[in-house]
């Protein structure tokens, strides 16, 4: 999955020459955090905090004396697990950039709907919580699942070594399913 599915396209920008006041009327009517600047080429420059326009010495300062270089950009082509790793802890909006173009942004809620489509999360189905000795042993996990038609929605690792949910769709004896997974793994 690619950040391109998941970013929010063409945010709102200001151009580098508009004045501090006008860049944080928009961060108000928008209740945005960042405002992103661009010149008039539509090149990304970087952006302004909130906390940074509000401590502005004059309203009429142009938006560009106030920005900061990004420390990190997404490719739109970037897996979205890279901008969930961002977004984690250290982030809660990456600007996307495309030929030194601003595409888009990928927030912490548009991560988190990628992360519910990879793992399935909220789908119907049935999840099944394996314990396994050894990690490669999931591979014949699946051959059962295999053998009995059912349709892997994802595969997720637990909390301890070894721990694994799989959540599949058709299954309609767990019992028969478990007992067969238990006879495979030995």
Known sequence: MKVRSWMEPDPPVVLCNTPVEEAQKLAQDLGLALV??????????????????????????????????????????DPVERALALLVDRYSVVPVVEDGKLVGVITRGGALRALLRMTGIGEEGTRIRLSLEEPRDLYRALEVLGRNGLELVSVIRGEGEGEFVLHVRGVEDKGALMRELEEALG
């Not at 661009?38 to 004059?58: C, M």
């Open 36 to 77: 992103m600047v661009v010149d008039e080429e539509g090149r990304f420059l970087g952006f302004i905090t909130r906390k940074a326009l509000d401590a502005a010495p004059k309203p009429d300062l142009p938006s560009e004396k106030l920005v900061a270089q990004p420390t990190v950009v997404l490719s739109p082509d």
